[in-house]
């Protein structure tokens, strides 16, 4: 087969191609229509929306502690990272021997001052019999008040001190504060620990929140309760305000924002980046982010005319809030605008509604 013969089957496709592009306009000059096109639409609404800004934020616990020991003692045992626990499960252990002795020591020495206090007691009886009958002096008796009132008070700080040791061995079982997970060993079995030392990190997972700066510019337009758009990278949801904190940063100028978030939503640390108000908000017809085109440079949104045929109207855009675009003109509210599908349309193609989107 000459080179010629092979390339004719070539040439005879582009020119087939090319054929059907020239009689592509005599076609619909004739009448030729697409086929209609199966999309998801969704209805335009009227919303309060407000220029926003970005600001970055992290996931925060409300309860991020490093849990320390209330007592001297070598260390027996350690939760593991990664551990769930909930309020009150131990977290650690002290050796408890020498605990065990002060304690002890302590019952012992509270046997002896009540043995003496009794004594003291019946010494005063005795004394207060005779200084009825005179046969005692006032200064006998009131030495033996005195006495008396003594081995009372160092009774009681006895009962105190043994109150105090058998505290000591309950807190050799290092005990968490609230529930959450163990992230963090920051000792080992067999170390001498000493008091105050810290021996685990424990993290509030259940209560979370996100806290980012904002502007104290921005902090009039944000109220609490007011809900705003956060995301880290593909996830987006609401959040409602907390509170924004009324003391900025003299150097800054920044106050600080607290975000609900619920248990489980976030992981604690996990940065976002949440679209804060940077205006008052205004009244205006607003689009899905999904039903936006962009072509050439311009944005278009495609929305559905009364005669099933996509319609496409140029756009231009005053605020942006999370999932919701506002509109200047081209579409009302009420009018359904095409969110699945659009970038395969051409203007007056018709149209089939597979499926009505509902606002989020």
């Not at 969704?42 to 992290?58: C, I, N, W």
């Not at 009540?114 to 004394?127: C, I, K, V």
């Not at 085109?293 to 099933?308: C, F, L, Q, T």
Request: charged share 25%; proline share 4%.
């Amino acid at each position: 087969m000459t080179s010629s013969q092979r390339l004719y089957p070539m040439h005879a496709s582009l020119l087939a191609a090319l054929a059907l592009c020239a009689a592509t306009p005599a076609l619909a000059q004739e009448g030729f229509a697409f086929p209609p096109a199966r999309v998801e639409v969704a209805t335009a609404e009227l919303r309060e929306m407000a220029p926003s800004v970005d600001v970055s934020g992290t996931v925060v616990s409300l309860n991020d502690s490093r849990i320390a020991s209330e007592v001297e003692g070598v260390l027996t045992w350690l939760a593991d990272v990664g551990d769930a626990v909930d309020q009150g499960d131990v977290i650690a252990r002290i050796d408890p021997r020498l605990l065990r002795i002060e304690v002890a020591r302590a019952e012992a020495n509270v046997a002896r001052l009540a043995s003496d206090y009794d004594y003291r007691q019946r010494q005063l009886e005795r004394t207060e019999e005779l200084a009825a009958k005179n046969s005692t002096s006032k200064t006998l008796l009131d030495e033996a008040v005195a006495l008396r009132d003594q081995a009372q008070h160092s009774l009681a700080d006895a009962r105190a001190a043994l109150d105090r040791s058998k505290g000591d061995l309950q807190r050799s079982q290092v005990r968490a504060a609230f529930a959450g997970h163990v992230v963090e060993r920051l000792a080992s079995v067999g170390e001498f620990i000493t008091l105050g030392e810290d021996v685990v990190r424990l993290v509030d997972t259940h209560r979370i929140e996100i806290a980012l700066p904002a502007s104290i510019a921005l902090s009039r337009f944000i109220e609490p309760g007011m809900r705003v758009p956060v995301r880290s990278g593909d996830e987006q949801r609401e959040h409602p305000v907390r509170t924004v904190v009324p003391v900025g940063d003299a150097v800054s100028r920044m106050v600080e924002v607290r975000l609900e978030v619920a248990e489980g939503e976030w992981l604690v640390g996990t940065p976002v980046q949440v679209s804060l108000p940077s205006d008052a908000p205004v009244s205006t017809v607003a689009v899905p982010r999904d039903a936006l085109v962009e072509r050439a440079g311009r944005a278009y949104v495609y929305k559905v005319s009364e005669d099933n045929t996509a319609e496409q109207v140029a756009i231009d855009i005053n605020a942006i809030v999370g999932l919701w675009v506002g509109v200047t003109d081209g579409i009302a509210a009420g009018e359904q605008v095409i969110v699945r599908g659009a970038e395969r349309l051409s203007p007056g193609q018709a149209v089939e509604i597979i499926e009505t989107i509902s606002a989020r």
